[in-house]
C-alpha cells in the first residue's frame, strides 16, 4: 500500500526537500560541462536553503556540498599558475581536481541516496 501525500503537509516538504538535494547533487556533478555555471546555481540554492533545513541529516549533506564547491574552487585557483608556465601541468592538475569533486559528490550523493548523513567536522 503506498503512501498518500497531501499537498502542504510535512511530508510533502521533505519530498520536494529530497528532491531538490537530489537535483543539487546532480548539478554539482554535471558543472564540468556547463563550464561551471551548474555548480554556481546549485552554491546559489544550496545557501538559499540552508537556514530552512529540517535537521542534521539534510544540513550536513547541504555542507558537505558548499565545502566540497569552495575547496575545488580553492584548489583551482591554487593550480591556475600551471597554465601560465605548461600547458600540460596544468591540465593534469585540473582533471585530478575535477576527479576529486566528482569523487566527493558521487560519494555525498550515493549517502544522501541510502539515508546516511555526511561527516561534520567538530567545531
Given amino acids: 500500500m503506498s503512501q498518500v501525500i497531501v499537498p502542504g503537509s510535512e511530508a510533502a516538504r521533505l519530498s520536494d526537500l529530497r528532491l531538490l538535494t537530489h537535483v543539487l547533487y546532480a548539478l554539482h556533478a554535471l558543472s564540468a560541462f556547463s563550464g561551471g555555471t551548474f555548480a554556481v546555481v546549485a552554491i546559489i540554492?544550496?545557501?538559499?536553503?540552508r537556514g530552512s533545513l529540517p535537521d542534521d541529516h539534510y544540513r550536513s549533506h547541504y555542507r558537505w556540498q558548499a565545502r566540497s564547491f569552495w575547496f575545488t574552487l580553492f584548489w583551482l585557483a591554487l593550480t591556475s599558475p600551471l597554465f601560465l608556465v605548461f600547458i600540460i601541468p596544468g591540465?593534469?592538475?585540473?582533471?585530478?581536481v575535477w576527479?576529486?569533486?566528482?569523487?566527493?559528490?558521487?560519494?555525498?550523493?550515493l549517502a544522501f541516496h541510502e539515508g546516511r548523513s555526511m561527516p561534520m567536522p567538530n567545531p
Avoid: E, H, P, S
Avoid at 591540465?91 to 585530478?96: C, H, P, T
Avoid at 576527479?99 to 550523493?109: C, K, N, P, Q, S
Fill in 45 to 49: 540554492v544550496n545557501y538559499v536553503k
Fill in 91 to 96: 591540465a593534469i592538475a585540473w582533471g585530478l
Fill in 99 to 109: 576527479l576529486w569533486y566528482l569523487y566527493r559528490f558521487i560519494r555525498g550523493w
